[in-house]
């Protein structure tokens, strides 16, 4: 039902130093499990070194396997869910440094972000690597008919109805993916995203109550 895509290659990278400093030492190359609920693409690797530097890296490539474009904000979470998985406790970094340490970093390029894609954000790029993300602002639906059919019916069952989701896309498109929903199967974070986007802006599947996502009957 839902088309897969195609699986994309990133190259590892050298690393470079980032991060405010770790409350506790640990071995660089201590292996960590990231949880599986963190992202769908963190899954695919579970011997992830715990040093800080590589942290910076493999964060901005899980979010290319996300098909998520690395924007600061999303960027930063990203960061601050593998440095808590790597036991380093809460991440302490605001927006500015983070984009210093990305553009002094080699194999990494910043831009700033479109209006139509981020406004006044920035993104961080991996050189060299294709930019085949997908634009979770977009209107367009490239998504099949039985996908909206199949989340309608969701949204509206005894198990979907009383749902109380994070108010935003990336962490509402997470907490949906854990709940791993057969009409979701296949699809990256990013257009799960871009799925709960649509359901919001024009699908009328979800909306708004005090600040959190829920089925649109629910909805203020």
């Not at 963190?42 to 992830?48: C, D, I, Q």
């Not at 896309?169 to 791993?180: E, G, P, S, T, V």
Request: with cysteine; glycine share 8%; aromatic share 8%.
């Amino acid at each position: 039902m839902a088309v897969v895509q195609p699986s994309m290659a990133v190259v590892m990278t050298p690393m470079c130093m980032i991060l405010p400093p770790a409350p506790m030492q640990m071995p660089v190359a201590m292996p960590v499990a990231v949880p599986p609920l963190v992202s769908s693409s963190l899954a695919m690797s579970t011997n992830v070194s715990a040093g800080a530097g590589e942290l910076l890296f493999f964060a901005v490539q899980s979010l290319y396997q996300d098909r998520l474009e690395p924007y600061g904000r999303i960027l930063r979470k990203r960061l601050s869910e593998l440095y808590q998985a790597a036991g380093h406790g809460d991440l302490d970094i605001g927006t500015n440094e983070l984009r210093a340490q990305c553009q002094a970093c080699p194999g990494l390029e910043v831009l700033d972000a479109s209006p139509s894609e981020g406004g006044a954000d920035w993104a961080a790029r991996l050189q060299g690597a294709p930019p085949m993300f997908v634009n979770i602002y977009s209107s367009e639906d490239p998504y099949p008919a039985d996908i909206w059919a199949a989340a309608a019916d969701y949204f509206s069952s005894s198990a979907g109805r009383n749902l109380s989701l994070p108010g935003g896309r990336y962490a509402c498109a997470q907490d949906l993916m854990r709940r791993q929903l057969y009409f979701l199967a296949g699809l990256t974070l990013g257009e799960v995203c871009h799925i709960v986007q649509l359901s919001i802006s024009r699908k009328k599947l979800l909306g708004y109550l005090n600040g959190t996502v829920v089925p649109y009957s629910r909805s203020q």
